[in-house]
């Protein structure tokens, strides 16, 4: 048995049911959808493919008073299989590659302007290949008449273990490419990403 299919089998071992739970867990949002329309239409799903390894369960969560996101999606990649092991169980996270919370917050405080962005809008930005993206597969159909359709994520998913790790790197490999284009923008980026 070569290493590949000896990866294969062991993943399958592990991970059989996914399905399953996603789908579960895809009704229960289904009913939550006819309950409520408006959130269905805020709800978009991504391109159909059919070789999926793992199927995350997702579900969404409304904040009305959010004056930039009103609805966000949640991925569980904590959701454990009957094989008691979940996706994040088995990913490695990374090192931590950004500041402390504490340093990021008193270098905020030093500037006349400070800018903020949506974490979850970051992660959406940095794409993933296969066969990454064929562990973050959903569940999606527009009506509970129509057959459910296999869908993939293709970028770094937040809900993942390894998302933030992922995110913070793709942006400080962007810094450093484009460096001379954009020489200030990049220095900025450089300086207050990193974990010192």
């Excluded at 931590?96 to 302007?113: N, S």
């Excluded at 869908?151 to 995110?167: E, H, I, N, Q, R």
Aim: net charge positive; proline share 5%; glycine share 4%.
């Amino acid at each position: 048995m070569s290493a590949e299919e000896h990866s294969e089998e062991h993943f399958k071992q592990h991970y059989s049911d996914s399905y399953l739970q996603a789908k579960s867990r895809f009704e229960n949002l289904e009913r939550k959808f006819s309950r409520n329309p408006k959130v269905k239409e805020q709800y978009v799903p991504s391109s159909q493919l059919h070789e999926c390894k793992y199927f995350l369960p997702h579900h969404c969560v409304l904040k009305e008073e959010s004056s930039s996101t009103k609805l966000r999606v949640v991925f569980n990649g904590s959701a454990v299989t009957s094989s008691r092991f979940s996706l994040n169980a088995l990913l490695m996270s990374g090192p931590t590659i950004q500041a402390k919370l504490f340093t990021t917050l008193v270098r905020f405080r030093t500037f006349p302007i400070g800018t903020t962005g949506d974490v979850c809008k970051m992660y959406r930005c940095a794409r993933v290949q296969e066969p990454v993206s064929l562990l973050q597969c959903i569940l999606w159909r527009d009506s509970p008449k129509d057959d459910i359709l296999v869908c993939k994520l293709d970028t770094v998913t937040y809900g993942t273990k390894p998302a933030s790790f992922l995110a913070i790197r793709a942006m400080q490999q962007l810094a450093m490419d484009g460096s001379s284009s954009y020489p200030l923008g990049s220095k900025v980026v450089l300086r207050d990403f990193k974990p010192f």
